[in-house]
């Protein structure tokens, strides 16, 4: 136990039990326990293999590399459909926890022989989003613009136009675009 993490388990007021669960089970397999992302993240050599994290509805144990794993019981899943590596077990009881234990140290230990290997979750390209049309709009109209977008790093691309395309409506995609052309102009990202 590492107990620059022991905040986040006396600090919770909702899934203290499960946290506590979840961490022996994880501190069982012998990973290195760090806070990360203001959550316990277990480690192995120095790589995110596991993370506790809870929400209003569920606790979880999120895989880092989750997409890689085999999951012969079927309980991880895909938080959204844009999430391309990360994996989550959720839960809403301890006692889901207990029946689960021998499961979950299973999954546990492929998540360390992933990493053994050395395998990488092979991430989609921002080319391969798609563009809302009311930013390629913009793109098609000022130069300036698309060569500002095209030099932003992938993952600053893949933000932007993640962000610009989850509204329903166009009107509320068009001030997006508008609201965020300087920044892109700038050379920042959408969190920059």
Not at 45 to 71: P, R, S, T
Not at 162 to 169: A, D, N, R, V
């Amino acid at each position: 136990m590492n107990p620059k993490v022991d905040f986040f388990f006396t600090k919770a007021t909702q899934w203290k039990e499960e946290y506590e669960q979840l961490r022996q089970i994880v501190l069982d397999l012998h990973l290195t326990e760090e806070l990360k992302w203001g959550c316990p993240c277990y480690t192995f050599q120095e790589k995110n293999v596991v993370l506790i994290h809870g929400f209003k509805e569920y606790c979880a144990l999120l895989f880092m590399k989750g997409a890689l794993m085999k999951d012969p019981n079927g309980i991880l899943i895909q938080q959204t459909e844009n999430v391309q590596a990360g994996r989550q077990i959720r839960f809403t009881s301890a006692q889901q926890i207990r029946e689960l234990e021998s499961v979950l140290k299973a999954y546990i230990l492929e998540a360390v022989e992933i990493e053994e290997s050395g395998k990488k979750v092979i991430l989609k390209k921002a080319a391969e989003y798609k563009v809302p049309e009311e930013f390629q709009q913009k793109l098609d109209e000022n130069p300036i613009l698309k060569t500002a977008f095209e030099t932003l790093t992938p993952g600053r691309q893949k933000g932007y136009l993640y962000y610009f395309s989850q509204p329903k409506q166009s009107k509320t995609r068009q001030a997006r675009v508008e609201k965020y052309i300087p920044q892109i102009l700038e050379g920042r990202g959408l969190e920059d």
